[in-house]
C-alpha cells in the first residue's frame, strides 16, 4: 500500500491545519490508520489513531487540540490540528500495519512559528 501525506506548511501559534492521508488500497482493510510526527533531534511519536471500528485514540498532548477522521470514499484519512503550539513543528507522517509490517508514507512539514 502506498500513503501520501499532504498539507502541511507554516501557521502561527494558536493556529489550525488539516493533513491528508491518502491510500492506495482501502483503507477499512486495515486495522488501524495513524499519524506519526518527528521532529528535529527527536523519536518519532503517536499523535493519532482510527481504528476500523471508529475508535480513535490521541495522547495527551494534543487530546482535545486534534481530530483524527476518513473518509471511505476517499480512502483517505485527516488530521484536523487546531491549537498548534511550536512544540508541533515536525514532519507529520501516515503509517498502517498490513500483518504486522509497518507502512509509511513521504512525510508533510508542519512549522508552527510566528
Known amino acids: 500500500v502506498q500513503l501520501q501525506a499532504s498539507g502541511g506548511g507554516l501557521v502561527q501559534p494558536g493556529g489550525s491545519l488539516r493533513l491528508s492521508c491518502a491510500a492506495s488500497?482501502?483503507?477499512?482493510?486495515?486495522?488501524?490508520m495513524n499519524w506519526f510526527r518527528q521532529a528535529p533531534g527527536k523519536e518519532r511519536g503517536l499523535v493519532a489513531s482510527?481504528?476500523?471500528?471508529?475508535?480513535?485514540n490521541y495522547p495527551e498532548s494534543v487530546k482535545g487540540r486534534f481530530t483524527i477522521s476518513r473518509d471511505k470514499a476517499k480512502n483517505t484519512v485527516y488530521l484536523q490540528m487546531n491549537g498548534l503550539r511550536p512544540e508541533g513543528t515536525a514532519v507529520y507522517y501516515c503509517?498502517?500495519?498490513?500483518?504486522?509490517?509497518?507502512?509509511w508514507g513521504r512525510g508533510t512539514q508542519v512549522t508552527v512559528s510566528s
Open positions: 482510527i481504528y476500523v471500528g471508529g475508535m480513535t
Open positions: 488500497a482501502n483503507i477499512f482493510d486495515f486495522d488501524a
Open positions: 503509517n498502517t500495519r498490513i500483518f504486522d509490517i509497518p507502512y
